[in-house]
């Protein structure tokens, strides 16, 4: 056993094994690091375990725990993980309904058979959920203590971050606070506003494609959840549920939300950079411009171009050239989309052309913000896969007149950016009305 061989990146989640199959122990391993997300710690029986998580510095993310040990042949190594408060799933090859009630009542994720790499598969997606989870906000509304003490416990163990609401009213309130809310499981009999009329007022602010809507009722039946479903639910359970159904329909629709995010992200986003791409700043560019103009505020048009960067791919490759968008993209997403109260608008209009629709209360202020991320690029070290060190310069072309439209003004600013370069680049210049 050596804990100290491995290395963990900041960003990585580590995943405990206990699995005396080195051979399975190892495919694990190998299939759970390959999605780049969680680094794993393996160890083969009880006794290395009890080292293992007397280290402090060990923090887990989640377990993955083989029931029967040869010094721990019935399941002793369950309770002692849990106990340290790591999520857990257990490997077992036997199931039936007594030992299933049993997991779900020791509070464990979830089980799973030993059968093939089918399991596997299932395992590091089990994980992807999980890691998915732990950014989510879900608000249990009922108007029965011990129902949403109960139900909380239940998604807490999957992760989620759980809010509480008493009744209909309360949830409304809970979400005008918690903008970040994606999923409410609500009952339907509750005081004040039950949930339905709770599902038809959060369906007015919130589409399916935002918030998933889960109704639960003692008292359900075919024609309350068809017309639950037809206001816009999303999903419907019987009370009382198996743990485990409960757990499929909550992730179920997680994943649905997840594909349609990754689907809207795909439609608005450059897959490159990451930032948004040439049609989806047209769409939304006059929007923006219509609205914080009727503010008083200051509209600026702004094009970036990356001197030479022909020779960064004709001297490194192609790959060094997608090495520097990519890096650039992360920065301006930095500098212009994180914390961005005026909401500007940063698209790769493509190649090495990027384009800006800049909100602030004068000129003085985007000439600010621009001449200080050329001189952040002019300073930035492109690191290669080789760990060369790149360095580039950007030049920008700026347009402050609101009185045109933004196809025009973006003709202005590539104006001003021609100017920029035949200057002699990394520079930036103005052009006004």
Known sequence: MDFGSVMYSKSSKQIL??????????????????????????????ADLKVLLAEKKQQFFAGLLDVNLPDAPNGEVIDFVLAHNIPSVIFTSKLDDSFRKKIYTKGLVDYVLKEGPANVEYVVSLLSQLKRNSDIDVLVVDDSASIRSYIKHLLVIYQF?????????????????????????????????????LTKALR????????????????????????????????????????????????????????????????????????FNRRHFFEVGNKVLTRYEKKGLQIGIALLDIDHFKKVNDNYGHDAGDIVLRQLGALLIENFEADNANHDVVARFGGEEFCFLLVAENTEQMQQKLSTLRAHIEKERF?????????????????????????????????????AKENGRNQLVLLDS
């Open 17 to 46: 094994v206990v699995e005396d199959s080195v051979m399975f122990s190892r495919i694990l391993k190998r299939s759970i690091e390959s999605t780049g997300d969680f680094t794993v710690v393996a160890v083969e029986n009880f």
């Open 161 to 197: 971050n759980v809010l509480e609401a008493v009744d209909g009213i309360d949830a409304l309130r809970m979400v005008k606070e918690n903008p970040s809310i994606s999923l409410v499981l609500t009952d339907f009999n509750m005081p004040n506003m039950d949930g339905l009329a």
């Open 204 to 275: 007015r602010e919130h589409s399916s494609q935002q918030m998933a809507i889960i109704g639960m009722s003692a008292f359900g039946n075919n024609q309350l959840s068809a017309h639950f479903l037809k206001l816009g639910g999303s999903d419907f359970i019987n009370k009382p549920f198996l743990e485990e159904e409960f757990f499929c329909r909550i992730n179920q629709n997680m994943d649905l939300l997840e594909h349609i995010n990754k689907l809207k992200f795909l439609a608005t986003r450059d897959f490159l950079t990451g930032l």
């Open 383 to 419: 690191v290669l896969n080789d760990g060369f060190n790149l360095q580039v310069t950007a030049s920008i072309g700026l347009f402050t007149d609101p009185s045109l439209d933004i196809e025009s003004a973006i003709t202005m600013a590539d104006k001003a950016l021609y100017q």
